[in-house]
C-alpha cells in the first residue's frame, strides 16, 4: 500500500480522484490482503467507490467501452472476366454483399459500418 494517498473531499465529502488514481487504487487493493472496507478508509475513499472500481477492473470495463476513432476492414478484391461490374464482399457468417451499381455503394458503406460497431 505504500503509494496510495489520502485524498481531498470537497464540503460535500465528495472525492475527486484523477483517473490515474482510479486504475492505481484497484491495483494496490486486491495483493494487500487488508479487506475492502480497511483499504478504502486508508485510501480515503469509500467502500463503495472501492467495490465498483474493482469490479469495473474484474469485468474489463475497458473493454466494454464504445470504439471511437478509425477502423480497418481487410478487403480482397479479384477481377473475373465474368463480371467485371459486381464488386462482392464477402461478410462474417457466411454472408455476401453484391453491389452491381455504383448508386448502391452509400448503402453498402453504411451496413458495413453498422456491422464493424457491433
Known sequence: MG???LLKMD???RVRTPKTKRDEIPDEFEPSGVSGAK???LAGIKYPTLASW???RRRGWEARKPKTGTCFLEAVVEKTASSPSVLEVDLPGGARLRITDAGQVPLAVQLIRSLASC
Open 39 to 41: 483499504f478504502a478508509e
Open 3 to 5: 503509494s496510495v494517498k
Open 54 to 56: 474493482v469490479q469495473r
Open 11 to 13: 464540503a460535500l465529502g
